[in-house]
């Protein structure tokens, strides 16, 4: 197993939301059928079938289904699907068809070209409008998918701090964080970048089937996983007043690390969510070294909140807003109150 960080392997990643908004084919219905017996298999194959088999013996130890699949039949029905393959390439349908059966539509396989293989799912995570307004005495910050180099990550970080610093007076009311359409990435940045408005401490956990927690937070400019630092601000900003009120928007086009970010303001006091369910993955991945450049990243836990809620689908918003257009109405009173 490779990861990015060597103390833990979580390391949230989602590239874009729209490859897991298709419909279902229905492959989880159909009655498997075993490979044919007595077939002739050559050595070309048969490296095919053993890389499958690494790859699901990988699924059945750290998927975050692991303890409610039938493992019997996943093999048998991606085994039998196999057959005849004699190349890595010929395998794609095939990988599909395993993270399709894993259930959790975040898992995905990278290809040494950067292709991501993903599953179906019926979450419809579709980029939606997202109109900004001005509100007097309230600060506003934009946090967006990200996905770069670790130098990347602390500039996005400080350039969501210094947006912050350059609004913050001691006449504002509060605060909006703008999580809508953020389709995910590298979730550590963006927990370093909006940490001024966050607050110190720990805002959420990822939680496997054993029910193992491991904290993440915000602390002194850094986002920090079961107390070590991932993303560093070098000259961190603090809010002049540093408990606001804030606003979170989001819709389902917010998905994986963004919603990291919505679970980090929930059960954050003084704080309230406008718009729509977010996209469905409120989940955390794992990267693992599938050989040959292709990597398998697993949904192995799901996030929970400061108060140890655990989410792992859609997050409902505390205030309901369908028509974009109409969302900063809600936040307005919200303020004025």
Known sequence: MSSNFPFKRFFLLSFTLLLFACSSDGTEDEVPQAPQPGRTINALEQAQIDWLNNMMDIMEANSINRKTIDWSIFRT???????????????????????TLLGDSHSFVRKPSGQALVGQSNLDCSTQSAPVEDLENV????????SGTPQEAQDFAENIQR???????????GWVVDLRNNSGGNMWPMLAGIGPVLGEGIVGYFVDPNDEKDGWGYFDGESRLSGQPITTVAEPYQLLNPDPKVAV???RACGSSGEAIIVAFEERPNTRSF???????????SNFDLGDDYTLWLTVSTFADRAENSYGGRIPPDV?????????DGVAEWFAE
Not at 77 to 99: W, Y
Not at 275 to 284: D, F, H, L, Q
């Open 77 to 99: 029905r991606v085994l039998n699907e196999a057959q005849g393959k004699q190349t890595r390439a010929s395998l794609d349908p095939v990988i599909r068809t395993a993270i």
């Open 139 to 146: 600060g506003y910050v934009r946090v967006t998918g990200f």
């Open 163 to 173: 947006t912050i610093a350059q609004q913050d007076s001691e006449t504002l009311v």
């Open 249 to 251: 928007l989001f819709n």
């Open 275 to 285: 718009g729509e369910p977010s996209c469905g993955v409120s989940t955390a991945n």
């Open 320 to 328: 309901a807003v369908t028509n974009p257009d109409l969302i900063w």
